[in-house]
């Protein structure tokens, strides 16, 4: 069985940065790319960004391009979501995502495991 489980989230003032984290334990060979997407109240969830299987690809929402930064540590098999200069518009449900392919996707229709989610709330 392969498990994901965010972290990080909070209440976090505009402007601040923040970092999430992505742990991936059990059935790891099940994982190869991964992604961060999130939910805001009421709207369709929505890709953020994603790391390919070795990390040396990254793909990132124009939406966030220059504020979020993806990585991950294979060793620790964690993934981590860098976000910078949060605005009111990043509140959301943070979820991250694995599949079996080398390259991540924008697509979540593309992901087979999900993990639970992580709150992000940012005050002005």
């Known amino acids: 069985q392969l498990t994901l489980v965010e972290s990080g989230g909070g209440l976090v003032q505009a402007g601040d940065s923040l970092r999430l984290s992505c742990a991936v334990s059990?059935?790891?060979?099940?994982?190869?790319?991964m992604a961060w997407f999130r939910q805001s109240a009421g709207k369709e969830r929505e890709f953020v960004s994603g790391?390919?299987?070795?990390?040396?690809?990254?793909d990132v929402a124009e939406s966030v391009k220059g504020r979020f930064f993806v990585s991950r540590n294979s060793a620790k098999n964690e993934m981590y979501l860098e976000i910078d200069i949060l605005k009111r518009e990043d509140t959301a449900v943070y979820y991250c995502?694995?599949?079996?392919?080398?390259?991540?996707?924008?697509?979540?229709?593309?992901?087979?495991?999900w993990g639970k989610g992580t709150q992000v709330t940012v005050s002005s």
């Open positions: 995502a694995g599949r079996g392919r080398e390259y991540p996707s924008q697509s979540e229709e593309d992901y087979t495991t």
């Open positions: 059990g059935r790891t060979d099940y994982v190869s790319a």
């Open positions: 790391i390919s299987q070795n990390g040396g690809y990254t």
